[in-house]
């Protein structure tokens, strides 16, 4: 028999038996040395590099190191947006996402953000911590070293940041089919992938209406690619550590770890919201409704958590995400869902930052926002946090838009954003971490409020019984 032949006769249960044993094969060699154990020793060994460098050893070169490191990172969100569309045309084939599938995600999503925006406002509003820089901020400037030359980062040439949700979502229809790919717009893949899926589960039922035989082919074809990618992505993934190292022995070295001291007050009030919503709120809600223990969802979830705290990306985090909530024990659909379709509704730690931020330098600068400039904050916030797919340094770059849709002058506010340049490499590793960990909680929520009928026909389209 050809090679052509043996292909097109091979069943079904061959392709995902060896999907599945390429799946698995990565976590099980990992488990002497976790992943995460590698990455914090990265980190660790960075700072010291770093530290070193600023103190005056010059033969550490932390800018080549930090231009290495970055390769990696690149490399990982190259693979990461083909996995999305592989990993969404795989769910489609296999099992219906329907709309009341989706409203759920979004019903979800919205408590989340809800939740988040609440622990802001309320930390907020009763300590005014924005105060302590009432009056000091040209002071501290002089005192901070660069953050009076300091520049707030640019978006892309082809690239209007714009909290407007029409326009929002409008730039999100690719004019062409590799407009996506190459700019690494989350939401467009995502938005193909549904409707290439959907028009493919389409063809699949009338041909299986029709008796026609076939199709299967597709399905395997897209089902092997889809974990050829994630074998791919496992090999970058050994690279994670030390490209860890490098970034950030190169931000240690150029930032250096004094400045902490002095923006010490703004650090602190910004990671304490990050970290009640967190460590307190995720770990809460993943038990109470996902039914996953802290012990678990933190344990299982230590790989993706430390990935995106060290490379500051939540999409280049998936791969990993999706493997620690099959550790989990969430099916994939559920976690597709949530860390692929919903990537973008899961920005609860950049939405928590935008909001908090921006009352902070209010604060800082005599203003005191009242109840309703407050709101148009968190709905600035929210939509900076949904609109913000494939920005490097998104945060800061929409954060002037929040502060101009709150009624902050620019002339008073770019001084006070210049001080919070020097500690946001920090802040941003935060903000990626939270937003890993909102794809897990959602996707465990998702899971266990799966309905009867959800499992029912999952169990129909697999080919189970109950």
């Given at each position: 028999?050809?090679?052509?032949?043996?292909?097109?006769?091979?069943?079904?249960?061959?392709?995902?038996?060896?999907?599945?044993?390429?799946?698995?094969?990565?976590?099980?060699?990992?488990?002497?040395?976790?992943?995460?154990?590698?990455?914090?020793?990265?980190?660790?060994?960075?700072?010291?590099?770093?530290?070193?460098?600023?103190?005056?050893?010059?033969?550490?070169?932390?800018?080549?190191?930090?231009?290495?490191?970055?390769?990696?990172?690149?490399?990982?969100?190259?693979?990461?947006?083909?996995?999305?569309?592989?990993?969404?045309?795989?769910?489609?084939?296999?099992?219906?996402?329907?709309?009341?599938?989706?409203?759920?995600?979004?019903?979800?999503?919205?408590?989340?953000?809800?939740?988040?925006?609440?622990?802001?406002?309320?930390?907020?509003?009763?300590?005014?911590?924005?105060?302590?820089?009432?009056?000091?901020?040209?002071?501290?400037?002089?005192?901070?070293?660069?953050?009076?030359?300091?520049?707030?980062?640019?978006?892309?040439?082809?690239?209007?940041?714009?909290?407007?949700?029409?326009?929002?979502?409008?730039?999100?229809?690719?004019?062409?089919?590799?407009?996506?790919?190459?700019?690494?717009?989350?939401?467009?893949?995502?938005?193909?992938?549904?409707?290439?899926?959907?028009?493919?589960?389409?063809?699949?039922?009338?041909?299986?209406?029709?008796?026609?035989?076939?199709?299967?082919?597709?399905?395997?074809?897209?089902?092997?690619?889809?974990?050829?990618?994630?074998?791919?992505?496992?090999?970058?993934?050994?690279?994670?550590?030390?490209?860890?190292?490098?970034?950030?022995?190169?931000?240690?070295?150029?930032?250096?770890?004094?400045?902490?001291?002095?923006?010490?007050?703004?650090?602190?009030?910004?990671?304490?919201?990050?970290?009640?919503?967190?460590?307190?709120?995720?770990?809460?809600?993943?038990?109470?409704?996902?039914?996953?223990?802290?012990?678990?969802?933190?344990?299982?979830?230590?790989?993706?958590?430390?990935?995106?705290?060290?490379?500051?990306?939540?999409?280049?985090?998936?791969?990993?995400?999706?493997?620690?909530l099959k550790e989990m024990g969430v099916s994939d659909q559920s976690a597709r869902l949530s860390a692929c379709v919903g990537t973008n509704l899961n920005h609860?730690?950049?939405?928590?930052?935008?909001?908090m931020t921006a009352l902070f330098l209010a604060q800082a600068r005599g203003f005191d926002l009242g109840f309703s400039q407050q709101m148009v904050v968190v709905f600035a916030?929210?939509?900076?946090?949904?609109?913000?797919?494939?920005?490097?340094?998104?945060?800061?770059?929409?954060?002037?838009?929040?502060?101009?849709?709150?009624?902050?002058?620019?002339?008073?506010?770019?001084?006070?954003?210049?001080?919070?340049?020097?500690?946001?490499?920090?802040?941003?590793?935060?903000?990626?971490?939270?937003?890993?960990?909102?794809?897990?909680?959602?996707?465990?929520?998702?899971?266990?409020?799966?309905?009867?009928?959800?499992?029912?026909?999952?169990?129909?389209?697999?080919?189970?019984?109950?």
């Amino acid at each position: 028999m050809s090679g052509t032949n043996a292909f097109l006769t091979t069943p079904p249960a061959f392709f995902e038996k060896k999907a599945k044993t390429i799946a698995d094969e990565p976590t099980t060699t990992k488990r002497r040395f976790p992943l995460y154990a590698q990455v914090l020793g990265g980190v660790i060994l960075g700072v010291i590099m770093g530290a070193m460098k600023q103190a005056g050893a010059k033969w550490i070169p932390t800018e080549s190191f930090g231009q290495i490191g970055l390769l990696a990172i690149r490399l990982l969100k190259t693979l990461a947006t083909p996995l999305i569309l592989f990993a969404i045309l795989d769910s489609c084939l296999k099992t219906r996402i329907t709309l009341r599938r989706g409203a759920r995600l979004i019903a979800i999503c919205t408590l989340n953000v809800t939740v988040a925006m609440t622990i802001g406002l309320g930390i907020m509003n009763t300590f005014h911590p924005g105060a302590m820089w009432r009056g000091k901020v040209e002071r501290l400037l002089g005192q901070v070293k660069g953050a009076s030359s300091a520049k707030l980062p640019t978006a892309p040439a082809d690239v209007k940041p714009t909290l407007d949700p029409l326009k929002n979502f409008a730039a999100y229809i690719p004019e062409n089919v590799v407009d996506p790919f190459q700019k690494n717009s989350v939401i467009s893949i995502v938005l193909m992938a549904l409707l290439i899926g959907a028009a493919l589960r389409h063809v699949k039922e009338e041909r299986e209406k029709r008796g026609e035989g076939g199709f299967h082919i597709i399905e395997d074809v897209v089902s092997i690619v889809y974990q050829t990618l994630i074998q791919m992505l496992a090999y970058v993934i050994r690279l994670i550590p030390f490209a860890v190292c490098l970034v950030v022995s190169d931000v240690v070295g150029k930032s250096g770890l004094g400045v902490f001291g002095l923006l010490s007050g703004f650090l602190l009030v910004i990671l304490a919201g990050l970290a009640i919503h967190s460590l307190l709120y995720y770990p809460f809600i993943a038990w109470a409704m996902g039914r996953k223990p802290p012990k678990t969802f933190l344990g299982k979830g230590a790989n993706a958590i430390l990935t995106a705290l060290s490379m500051n990306s939540s999409l280049a985090t998936v791969p990993i995400t999706l493997r620690c909530l099959k550790e989990m024990g969430v099916s994939d659909q559920s976690a597709r869902l949530s860390a692929c379709v919903g990537t973008n509704l899961n920005h609860d730690g950049i939405m928590l930052y935008e909001a908090m931020t921006a009352l902070f330098l209010a604060q800082a600068r005599g203003f005191d926002l009242g109840f309703s400039q407050q709101m148009v904050v968190v709905f600035a916030s929210i939509m900076a946090g949904a609109g913000v797919a494939g920005i490097p340094e998104a945060g800061l770059i929409m954060l002037p838009l929040v502060l101009s849709a709150a009624g902050l002058p620019e002339a008073m506010v770019v001084p006070a954003l210049a001080l919070i340049i020097p500690v946001d490499w920090i802040i941003a590793r935060c903000r990626s971490a939270v937003n890993v960990m909102g794809d897990m909680a959602t996707a465990t929520q998702l899971d266990r409020f799966m309905s009867e009928q959800d499992k029912n026909e999952l169990l129909a389209e697999l080919g189970e019984t109950n």
